[in-house]
């Protein structure tokens, strides 16, 4: 088993201690619970394997916006 630390900011500890008294369960089985639908029921080396085959699928695409020019003009907000 591996054992991992992180850091919540407050907006997200308070609703994790809120979720805690609403639903009975500790911190950890909310966070174990939260890992399993995020990274959902695909085996890791499935996982990785998928996403190697999708690596650079969008890079001979001519029909796309510059991503230059897109960026620049989400910066004005």
């Known amino acids: 088993m591996v054992t991992a630390q992180i850091t919540l900011s407050n907006a997200e500890g ?3 201690r809120a979720m805690t008294q609403s639903t ?3 911190q950890d089985a909310l966070l174990h619970e939260a890992l399993r639908q995020f990274l959902g029921p695909v085996p890791q080396e499935d996982r990785l394997s998928l996403l190697r085959q999708a690596r650079g699928i969008w890079k001979d695409r001519t029909d796309l ?3 230059r020019a897109l960026r620049a003009e989400m910066d004005r907000f």
């Open 65 to 67: 916006p510059d991503f």
């Open 14 to 16: 308070e609703a994790l």
């Open 24 to 26: 009975g369960k500790t």
